[in-house]
């Protein structure tokens, strides 16, 4: 093992706010983990919530920091908790295993959750999650998000958490009955669809929050949702905000200037004080911010303030 991951994965488990008070506790359960995947080579099932379970396999980042973490997004994952509702609907664009989406579902019973995975060893994940908490509320895709419907090579380098697409190869259309084929070990060929297309057909009730994950490719995924957006649907964007922007010829002020066109503004959500802040792309706290409908904002912090003790 790299001596550098575990000093950085154990400051980062130190110093998480949900660690708080078990700070021994979350160390040695990483400690743990790490002699029990390598002895074994199995995954375990966690608790993620009281009523909410997730299956860790080895090499499985996500589910691993909530193993460590809990709400490893400490502030975007306590908003959510905090926001959504029984009938709301939610959308997770780069959904990896299912964490948001499940906690999601944790909320939402009448509701629907869309979940978009396009890796296929990550898709398999996320269904076994479902399968696993009996969740039937969530519509779940293998396929990328994306500005238009073909498909869409993505560079798997820094492992499946954290594939990003490689711009030169965008719009070939795939071979038949070859939607995952692989073309390079570090490489692998999707589908992609829009989500003003695959919502067209679909009334989705209360469409009220989205969370998109999709390393560096959300303002491509941004242009194929402008009929969402010009109704101010979802009225929040949980959004991850990267430097690799830039790959795709734009910089990061491209994504709030699109927002600010359809009448969005950035926030950053602070799980302790229950607050929202107004920001700059330069205030943001994490990677993640919030975008939310100016039309919107009174109606978010109504919500919170109903659940400003949860």
């Keep these: 093992m790299n001596n550098l991951f575990p000093q950085k994965t154990i400051k980062y488990i130190s110093s998480h706010p949900n660690n708080k008070t078990q700070k021994s506790q979350s160390i040695f359960k990483f ?5 029990y995947k390598r002895l074994f080579n199995r995954y375990i099932d966690i608790q993620l919530l009281p009523e909410v379970k997730i299956r860790c396999y080895p090499d499985s980042y996500s589910a ?3 193993l460590y973490c809990g709400l490893y997004d400490y502030h975007e994952m306590n908003f959510l908790l905090r926001y959504l509702r029984e009938s709301d609907s939610f959308i997770d664009i ?3 295993v299912g964490v948001y989406t499940l ?3 944790s909320k939402i019973k009448s509701g629907l959750i869309y979940s978009f995975e396009a890796l296929p060893k990550n898709f398999t994940r996320l269904e076994e999650n479902l399968k696993l908490n009996q969740l039937h509320q969530v519509k779940p895709y293998c396929l990328a998000i994306s500005d238009s419907t073909g498909s869409i090579t993505l560079n798997l380098a820094e492992g499946d958490s954290m594939p ?5 190869v965008t719009t070939a259309e795939l071979p038949q009955n070859s939607v995952n084929a692989t073309r390079s070990p570090k490489q692998i060929k999707v589908p992609t669809d829009t989500l003003d297309n695959i919502l067209k057909n679909n009334s989705i009730a209360n469409l009220t929050l989205a969370k998109m994950d999709i390393e560096g490719a959300e303002i491509l995924a941004l242009k194929g949702a402008t009929s969402l ?3 101010k649907r979802p009225h929040v964007w949980i959004l991850e905000i990267l430097e690799r922007e830039n790959q ?3 910089q990061k002020q491209d994504i709030l200037n699109l927002l600010q066109n359809y009448g969005y503004s950035l926030y950053n959500y ?3 004080t229950n607050l929202l802040k107004s920001i700059t792309l330069d205030g943001k706290q994490s990677n993640n911010v919030l975008a939310i409908a100016d039309s919107s904002l009174d109606f978010v912090r109504d919500r919170l303030m109903e659940n400003k003790n949860t």
């Design 229 to 231: 957006l010009q109704q």
């Design 64 to 66: 691993s920091t909530a």
């Design 248 to 250: 795709f010829g734009y």
């Design 164 to 168: 990003f697409i490689t711009p030169e």
């Design 270 to 272: 602070n799980a302790d």
């Design 103 to 105: 906690l999601a579902a």
């Design 94 to 96: 780069g959904a990896n």
């Design 31 to 35: 400690i743990g983990w790490q002699f």
